[in-house]
């Protein structure tokens, strides 16, 4: 295990360089590191990594030793994450390295900063995220689906409105974190990391207006914009053509809720709010549904 | 509900044939396990527990499927519908040369309003299923829910037999 800071102020390099050697193995000495991070307490956050070569027990006990909120950037397993993320109280954010996409994003995010103040400031903006679980989601999505089962409908229809639901909801959290200066899309673990002023709103509304079942996300960010998407999915419905696999794939979601919606209706005010509505046909028939058009309204 | 949600992939290998079976919400949270390519003639990936793709899960099926060894014999059994559905929305979705052994269709009855669910051999490249079947339910007929062409399409397609536009 290394303390690796990857958040830094230049100036501080040679003093962390002495006082990392001066650690030297973690495990006990590690307690001292909050010498270390009284420097970098005021940049934000300390960033640390974690791998099979480090026992569990101690690095938790490490974790928990730091006053300040850590960052880590983890090797582990899945399993090992969860009890990391358990046993730690002060770890704040995980970076599961198995995970390619996400961590690669992250690299990618991060990488693409070129201050390194900068950098502390998103570890900042990171540690004051309210966080919101995707179990959290997954419950509300288990919700719509279930309002879903009660209404008349092929069997199938139920999983393909919760299909909806989720591309809606992480189309507006992925387009809308893009969308602003501040916010980088980050996605620790199973974690996604949504960051609201407090004046901020995001809704997410079902109802039946028979014979749909609609579904609206709005916004008062006045953040998101989609114009590639618009661009994408108007390309598709005019056309025959298919998004395919080695296609980029953005706008990917809004696509598969494309294909299943009866009527998307995007009402996108730049810079002040925007709001989607999605209405699902509540076909008996499997066969009618297939057979529907879809229309785009912008 | 949570533990329907659960994602679940097990390998089995038997000799040089290795079976694969993957269940659940193929989502964000699901982790496709990579196969190595150690000296398999066949791969059979039965999907028959699939109950939800989304586009994390699509994105996540694509990568695998683009990770997977080359020169081998893969078969696909029992895809639900949800997979079908997403096979004929993202043309590449079933790769090339992967043979879709049987697919499940649905059955609707006129009567009672009921779906019944049953599993159609797809190998030929024709949706081997009588037009009507009873219902499971009331005992009536029930009628073939989707239109065969349009339903074989992807896996056409992946059969080198026509299919996607």
Known sequence: ?298 | MKAMRLFTFTATATGKRLEIKIAGHLDEESEMKIVQPTGFDEIEINLSGVRIINSCGVRQWIRWVGDMPKNVRYQLVGCPKIFVDSANMISGFIPKGWIVQSVEVPYFCESCENVTLSRANTASGVLETPPKMPCSKCDSHAELDVEPGHYLSAIKAAHGSGGES
């Open chain 1, 1 to 298: 295990m290394t303390l690796h800071l990857a958040i830094q102020d230049p100036s501080l390099t040679a003093e962390i360089s002495t006082l990392a050697q001066s650690l030297g193995q973690i495990g006990a000495t590690y307690k001292s590191v909050k010498d270390l991070n009284l420097a970098l307490i005021k940049e934000g956050a300390v960033v640390a990594e974690v791998n099979e070569a480090e026992p569990l027990p101690s690095f938790c006990a490490t974790m928990n030793s730091l006053t300040v909120p850590v960052i880590l950037v983890s090797t582990l397993s899945r399993a090992q994450n969860l009890v990391l993320l358990k046993s730690c109280p002060n770890l704040k954010a995980l970076c599961d390295r198995h995970s390619r996409t996400l961590s690669e994003q992250l690299r990618s995010a991060l990488g693409k900063v070129t201050s390194e103040k900068r950098k502390a400031e998103l570890a900042h903006w990171l540690l004051e995220s309210e966080v919101l679980n995707s179990g959290q989601i997954h419950e509300l999505l288990d919700k719509v689906e279930n309002l879903a089962k009660q209404q008349p409908g092929f069997s199938n229809l139920p999983k393909l409105i919760r299909t909806v639901a989720s591309e809606l909801i992480r189309n507006l959290i992925i387009a809308g974190s893009k969308s602003r200066e501040d916010q980088i899309p980050l996605n620790f673990g199973q974690t996604i990391i949504l960051n609201l002023k407090e004046s901020e709103k995001i809704l997410f509304r079902c109802r039946v207006e028979a014979p749909y079942f609609v579904l609206q996300v709005s916004d008062s960010t006045g953040a998101l914009n989609y114009p590639e998407i618009f661009n994408k999915l108007h390309k598709y419905s005019l056309g025959t053509e298919k998004m395919a696999t080695g296609d980029d794939l953005i706008g990917l979601g809004l696509y598969l809720a494309y294909n299943i919606c009866s009527e998307l209706i995007f009402d996108v005010r730049p810079g002040a709010a925007s709001t989607i509505t999605a209405k699902v046909l509540l076909s008996k028939k499997n066969r009618d549904f297939d057979s529907q058009k879809t229309s785009i309204q912008l």
